[in-house]
């Protein structure tokens, strides 16, 4: 496949290109120019290979290729075409190119599909601009609202509502239906972990996006003398706090995979080498794909901080403020990726992501699953972020066979 | 003894008074204008009772009472005028102020001793104003180099020397003997601590001060993706740290008094909710009134977080920036202040000092010992900074049986 080869590199390095910034890397952000130049660029190698384009109110851009026999019956993949600040060349775009040469290479071997293929590059998903996330896959379902982006602004003080109108763009109309024709929709993605390369596989086969809580907790103690304070008189935030982490982490080491908890920021007061720490600040992330199994998790560890500060008479403020729900993939997708990658001979893995995709917004109403690609040193969000070429080919053609699957095949 | 009470309270409104500053607490540091307003008032004080002043060419003040049987062995308490910025009103100058009432006291009572008795009010000891502590003790016994300090400045650029020549003072000669007359040194000063506050003891006598090793450590493990990354591929730098803490703290706990250890600084990088912590320095503070107890337990730690380091697959970084040895105080000194204590009717502890003081330099050369006055919750360097007036007179009361004891008796 000299051609697949040739031809992933090239619309990579043309995508990336678009909003290269002077550090090596991409920031292309909703609705600046690149993101235009992005967009359009897209849409023109859409109708290049004969797809019929359009955007939606807010910019997702749509190309669609008829099918012959089930024309209402609508198989979708994609993915964003925003990045973070100083991003990556693969995050999100990676989906919509790969799209575009899959639908390419089917059309090219099996002409026209027995059902319509679209290729979607979503509008927004990294909320890396605006303090909003996912404005492109909500916006499918009618699951983000005005008030949520009126008053938001970026960095600049630019108004989102002014950004979207520069750019060409407006709300939905309130009245507008949901689609209902779109019956599958598959997202490959860069793993942005390390475990398809810890794993020497080229591919993994998505089973389901993991739930995640996150918590702000803050410890409070007693700041004491480092010298002058007997370790019985003591009430030090940081021991319990070290006693907290290395007892949760033991406890989640020893669960394993999908299991996934952080203590990711510490902030001790005062932070000085000579005085007992009187109170700390820290965050916990926590992530499973089964609600229960995080919910039952996560009690837990509440139920042992409150005790190890209890018994060393301190107060605890436990603060959760983040609390998203897991998203199971589709299981007849996930048999047809699954299948798929023995049909292209793709050395897989099945695996869930313990990022958020796109693919967990449509997964409640549209059958959907993704299609993930080993990222180098597990490296993602950075201009950094890569996978080997062969990596991101034989993902394209899992996708393709998936997809020729489901539009190609009674 | 309504009378000492008045005495204690006003003498250390009036010090206290000097260098006042807007927060409620005392700012009065070397060379300032403050500083020599004290110096000079303490002065004047110690020539109405009749002694002879006189300063070394540093700035430290000394007020003598010649002996009348044994005038060239010379009995002296003090400590140190300068404070700490916004400091309180009793670290350091309530042991000039003490020393003064007690030989007030003395002289009134059973007049001119055997033995001379000196006040010395030295002239600083926190480093506050400039980087170098301990610069009146250290200039007794020639331990403070010019070279020490001849390029050093204070938080507004000004020189130290020039501070030094502003206020009248200038470096030592050279040739200036070493006195051998002083026989014993007695400091009082605040606990600092909540040992005697816990304990109900009006008074401390310390039997040594700790020595001190103070430690960072970088351990550097690999950030990662707090949701793409299971836990059997990370390197999680805060998980080490906690293993490190909790543990050494666990050991340092069972061992007890007189042996402190303390993390107080906790820096991870990035310090984000959903990074795994790819870096954490922090510190490491730990003490002991004995060497070899000290370097046994550090060495413990030290091996122990190697060996976590090593397991975890992470390098370490462990640089000792202060290694203080323990001072003992003279066993002698020890005995004549627990018999004063006993004999004032005080109810006293002997314990150890975990804050370094002027003594730990004078010890070396001279037969010292220190008593403690409880610090009210412990608090020290703040303007709540405090201890119960009663226990300030007992502090007195104490200082003044042994000095009675050293000075009045054969």
Redo the contacts between chains.
């Keep these: 496949m000299v051609q697949l080869d040739k031809e992933v590199l090239e619309n990579v390095a043309w995508i990336s290109g678009i909003g290269a910034d002077p550090t090596g890397g991409t920031t292309r952000l909703l609705y600046d120019e690149t993101w235009l130049e992005a967009q359009n660029g897209v849409k023109a190698k859409l109708e290049e290979i004969g797809m019929a384009t359009k955007f939606d109110r807010i910019g997702n851009l749509f190309g669609r290729i008829e099918g012959s026999r089930y024309p209402n019956e609508t198989i979708m993949s994609g993915s964003h075409i925003d990045t973070v600040v100083n991003g990556g060349k693969l995050d999100g775009q990676f989906g919509v190119v790969a799209a575009y040469l899959a639908m390419k290479m089917l059309q090219e071997e099996h002409g026209q599909p027995l059902r319509s293929l679209e290729v979607i590059s979503m509008a927004e998903e990294e909320g890396s601009r605006f303090p909003f996330a996912f404005w492109g896959s909500k916006n499918l379902f009618n699951e983000a609202k005005k008030e949520d982006v009126m008053d938001i602004a970026d960095f600049n003080g630019v108004k989102f509502v002014d950004a979207m109108r520069q750019a060409g763009f407006d709300f939905k109309k309130e009245d507008e239906a949901i689609r209902e024709d779109i019956k599958a929709f598959v997202e490959i993605h860069i ?5 398809l390369e ?1 794993e020497q596989k080229s591919v993994g086969v998505v089973t389901s996006i ?1 739930g ?1 809580k ?1 918590y ?1 907790i803050v410890l409070k103690g007693e700041a ?10 003591r009430k ?1 935030a ?2 319990a ?6 007892q949760s ?1 033991d406890k ?2 020893v669960i ?13 007061k ?8 009187g109170e ?1 600040l820290f ?1 916990m ?1 926590c ?1 499973h794909t089964d609600q229960a199994a995080l919910n039952d998790f996560t009690a837990e560890v509440e139920a042992d901080m409150k005790q190890i500060a209890a018994e060393m008479g301190m107060k605890i403020e436990i603060d959760l403020w983040m609390n998203e729900p897991p998203v199971p993939m589709d299981t007849e997708i996930i048999d047809v990726l699954k299948k798929a990658s023995d049909k292209a001979g793709v050395n897989y893995r099945t695996m869930h ?4 995709h796109d693919s967990q917004i449509i997964a409640p109403h549209i059958p959907t699953a993704m299609i993930f690609v080993p990222s180098i040193g ?1 490296i ?1 969000h950075n201009p950094a972020e890569d996978t080997e070429l062969p990596d991101l080919v034989e993902g394209v053609k899992t996708l393709a066979a998936a997809l020729y699957e489901l539009a190609y095949t009674e």
């Design positions: 793993e942005q972990g390390n475990v810890m993991v995640q996150r702000t004491n003398h480092a010298g002058t304070t007997p370790m019985k008189y030090d940081v021991y706090f070290s006693k907290i982490c290395s982490i989640a080491r394993g995979e999908p299991l996934v908890l952080t203590f990711g920021k510490v902030e001790p005062p932070n000085t080498v000579n005085v007992v720490p700390v965050t992330d992530r992501s313990g990022a958020g597990g993602s």
